[in-house]
């Protein structure tokens, strides 16, 4: 059960009426669905480890299915689990599942073998332990005295000793693909066989050695989302059930609360597409555009959990954009804004706008010397690999770093790849005093069919 936005994947196994949920988001209902649809009932809810992504649903799941939460060993979570021994074997109807700990990127991390009826080894569930064409990286860990290097140690240990000698036409199942900050370079596919993996995964080489392993696995690993280490930590202490979240922030504010909140300090998050919001937004908004990495943005970028937050969304999608922001431990939305845009407008408030032009506009304005400043929002690789000459990196992930680096008396052209995160850099800037503000539709995408001058990064290397 695959969910975009967060590249996770969960899973439902049935077997003779009894069902196995392994690794749940936090919304238990598509769960609770299917297994009613099958007359089936849910006996098990199987965590491969505390999820750093994401908060899991296990905990409101078992107390509305009564089924038994599973964790490998070292867990030790503050609610009610049924540890699970190395090697133990749980019975889901004609099939088994068998506990694999698989320490590395977490001490608990457990891979879940599934034994079909007949008594083959069908599938590894192997969560953030093996991913199809990477590994979990090893930084993830809820604090410990263990270094990455310790826990990169350890998963060698682990894929080695407890995946690697499994059959080839094993099937892999991992938590995340492409796009998950939870690995270096996940492939786009969601499953492969362990024997594929074996044959072109890096990490599985049988050549390769323990420091080997070590110095590639941790090289290169970029800092994670700043709301990583919380959504762990929740996901070990608990948190307030999804139905209290969900009734909560579905609380319709007419213009004169959104006002007072937002004097009291609660953030309005914009949640439109990006060119609707940048036409007329109410002041002081952010926006992350549902249509996105809606919750790895708000993970990276609302660096409080406990923030207050009001939501602007499209008439109709307000519960997706609480359901998403849960989903990422934000449980403090305490409403949305009724009517959206126009009963604001209605109400006779002020509206902002950010002055958007296309990319032939741009190649006009830079031909003509009228650009200040061209700022590229894309990560540094993006900007590395081709970049407009002029342009300046100025990533979005460490925007919240630099704020004091620009000038806010000059004007600014802000583009990314395709405008989504172009358009998140302009509403912080605004909200920062930043007034002189233009943004480039289509991004780097359109600017590249342009004849704008483009440069690329070019590695040196000795002859």
Known sequence: MYTGCLSEAAYYIESEGEVAIIDPLRETEPYIEKARENGARIKYIFE???HADFVSGHIDLARKTGATIVYGPNANP?????????????ELGKVKIKALHTPGHT???????????????????????LFIGDVGRPDLAIKTNLTKEDLAGFLFDSLREKIMPLEDDVIVYP??????????????????????????????RKDMTKEEFIKEVTDGIMPPPQYFPKNALINKLGYDS??????????????????????????????????EFNKGFIPGSLFIGLDGSFAVWVGTLIKDLHQKIIILAEEGREDEAVLRLARVGYDNSIGYVKGGINTWKNAGK????????????????????????????????????????????????????????????????????????????????????????????????????????????????SA
């Open 78 to 90: 503050e609610y009610d689990i049924y540890s699970a021994k190395d090697q133990e074997v749980f």
């Open 48 to 50: 491969t480890h505390f």
């Open 350 to 461: 002020p509206v902002d706008t950010i002055t958007s032009i296309t990319a032939d506009e741009l190649s006009s304005q830079l031909g003509n010397n009228q650009v200040e400043s061209l700022l590229d929002v894309r990560k540094p690789s993006e900007y590395d690999a081709e970049h407009a000459e002029s342009a300046t990196n100025f990533p979005l992930d460490f925007i919240n770093d630099h704020l004091n680096d620009l000038d806010k008396n000059k004007t600014y052209h802000i583009h990314c790849l395709g405008g989504y995160r172009s358009m998140i850099a302009a509403s912080i800037l605004r909200r920062e005093g930043y007034k002189n503000l233009v943004d480039i539709i289509g991004g780097f995408n359109a600017i590249a069919k342009t004849d704008i001058p483009k440069t690329a990064f070019v590695c040196q290397t």
């Open 242 to 275: 999804i139905d209290d979240v969900m009734e909560k922030g579905l609380r319709a504010l007419g213009p004169d609360d959104i006002e007072e909140e937002m004097r009291n300090g609660a953030l309005l998050l914009d949640t439109r597409k990006a060119q």
């Open 175 to 204: 938590a995340h693909g492409a796009g998950s900050a939870c690995g270096k370079n996940l492939s786009r596919e969601t499953t492969d066989t362990l024997g594929h993996q074996k044959e072109v995964n890096y990490a599985l």
């Open 107 to 129: 001490m608990e991390s457990t891979t879940f073998l599934l034994i079909d009826e007949n008594g083959k080894n069908h599938g590894i569930f192997t969560g953030d332990t």
